[in-house]
């Protein structure tokens, strides 16, 4: 057992309730330090977490990074292939350009002799259209049917025999 210690009867009631106090105190303390402990715990893994994470960014980011560049290097060389086609399809317009310019002035004249044999040829169309219709009408015939049975043995186009019977003035 242990040593008796002498004690005032009247600090004995303060005694006991100390004694209380002090073994609320301790288990308080006990349970702040276990409480304590699991929050160390918590924040190690927490912050695993975050070192995790952001191992996984810096891995996502060098990744993205890279894509980026490779894009980047995709599109100057599209850049530069596109710069090149644009330079040599301005030089072919140009001499493009100039070949239609030198066409036009050998073509001119021809051209002009273009729309009067075009002419030409309508006039001589509708003169034929017209020959041919004062040749069927100086044959007798009453029926409609036969008539347009010559004019498609004549190889006669009815547009122009209706050009035949109203010329059109020359442009």
């Given at each position: 057992m242990g040593k008796f210690i002498p004690v005032d009867p009247d600090r004995w009631a303060e005694l006991v309730k100390?004694?209380?106090?002090?073994?609320?105190?301790?288990?308080?303390?006990?349970?702040?330090?276990?409480?304590?402990?699991?929050?160390?715990?918590a924040?190690?893994?927490?912050?695993?977490?975050?070192?995790?994470?952001?191992?996984?960014?810096?891995l996502k980011a060098v990744r993205i990074k890279a894509q980026i560049l490779d894009r980047l290097v995709e599109l100057k060389k599209e850049n530069s292939?596109?710069?090149?086609?644009?330079?040599?399809?301005?030089?072919?317009?140009?001499?493009?350009?100039?070949?239609v310019e030198r066409l036009t002035k050998e073509n001119a004249p021809a051209t002009a002799r273009h729309l009067i044999a075009s002419q030409d040829i309508k006039t001589l169309r509708e003169q034929i259209?017209?020959?041919?219709?004062?040749?069927i009408a100086q044959r007798p015939t009453n029926d409609f049917t036969a008539f347009m049975v010559k004019l498609k043995d004549e190889h006669i186009n009815i547009n122009d025999l209706n050009a035949a019977k109203s010329p059109t003035p020359l442009p």
């Open positions: 100390a004694a209380g106090e002090r073994d609320a105190l301790v288990q308080d303390n006990a349970r702040l330090r276990s409480e304590l402990t699991d929050l160390k715990y924040s190690d893994g927490f912050k695993a977490e975050v070192e995790r994470w952001e191992s996984e960014n810096k292939r596109f710069c090149l086609l644009f330079a040599n399809s301005e030089r072919d317009n140009a001499s493009l350009k100039a070949e259209a017209s020959l041919c219709l004062e040749r």
